[in-house]
Nanobody
Framework: QVQLVESGGGLVQAGGSLRLSCVASGSIFSINAMAWYRQAPREQRVVVASILSDGTTYAADSVKGRFTISRDTIKNTVVLQMNDLKPEDTAVYYC???????????????WGQGTQVTVSS
């Protein structure tokens, strides 16, 4: 069993900062990638930023220069540092991990429960 637990969401004024953390725990053998997605009301869930096991990162155009993703491979933790937040960043943010639970096992996807980020204007 694998669990992803997020923390760090909340309410912030435009221009402010928040730091989201996600810890993966359980029967984890190796993690191929971790990422943050977000879903605003009445919209689809979209990727915000991702980081691969080799450290390669990706950020959506809408957050480039403002959000930074990082990972602690020892602690199986991924962090999203969000600066210069805008009202359009308001959404539920979900942690995602693509991993294997044992040698020779297939890679599987796991999601956290989500954390609300609200940016007021």
């Amino acid at each position: 069993q694998v669990q992803l637990v997020e923390s760090g969401g909340g309410l912030v004024q435009a221009g402010g900062s928040l730091r989201l953390s996600c810890v993966a725990s359980g029967s984890i053998f190796s993690i191929n990638a971790m990422a943050w997605y977000r879903q605003a009301p009445r919209e689809q869930r979209v990727v915000v930023a991702s980081i691969l096991s080799d450290g390669t990162t990706y950020a959506a155009d809408s957050v480039k220069g403002r959000f930074t993703i990082s990972r602690d491979t020892i602690k199986n933790t991924v962090v999203l540092q969000m600066n210069d937040l805008k009202p359009e960043d308001t959404a539920v943010y979900y942690c995602y991990a693509h991993l294997t639970t044992g040698p020779g096992e297939n890679r599987e996807s796991y999601w956290g429960q989500g954390t609300q980020v609200t940016v007021s204007s």
